[in-house]
């Protein structure tokens, strides 16, 4: 039985980002030593969507290329308290399933952060 997922994001200044996952989004941590840090995260939930020509980081196998979205209930709220930590946002677009945005990590990076118009898998749990 697969107990949880483990999000990769690869950064070309981890100590920033990992400072803004801490001190700006809040997400809990725990250090694994030398200043390696884990996240929880809020509930999650994968959707599947073809593809054409993803990529791998690993030469010696494929992975899926993927796309990282953090939800909210609110998004305007949510860039609203982004600001307040100078931390930028792309405009919003709105889409077929709820508005999206980009926000741009302290390496120059992005995350998406999208309010759904869908229902949604949250609730569900993995088991």
């Not at 809020?42 to 969507?49: C, L, N, R, T, Y």
């Not at 930590?85 to 792309?90: D, E």
Request: net charge negative; charged share 15%.
């Amino acid at each position: 039985m697969i107990s949880g997922v483990h999000v990769l994001l690869y950064s070309t200044n981890p100590d920033a980002d990992r400072a803004f996952f801490r001190d700006v989004l809040n997400f809990p941590s725990i250090d694994i030593g030398h200043s390696w840090m884990i996240f929880g995260l809020p509930p999650a939930e994968a959707a599947v969507h073809p593809a054409d020509g993803a990529t791998s980081p690993s030469p010696d196998h494929h992975l899926m290329q993927s796309h990282v979205y953090l939800m909210c209930d609110d998004l305007q709220e949510v860039m609203a308290t982004l600001a307040t930590h100078k931390v930028a946002c792309t405009a919003v677009h709105e889409e077929r399933w709820g508005r999206r945005t980009t926000v741009t990590l302290p390496s120059g990076g992005g995350i998406g952060l999208y309010q759904p118009s869908h229902p949604t898998a949250l609730k569900l749990g993995g088991r």
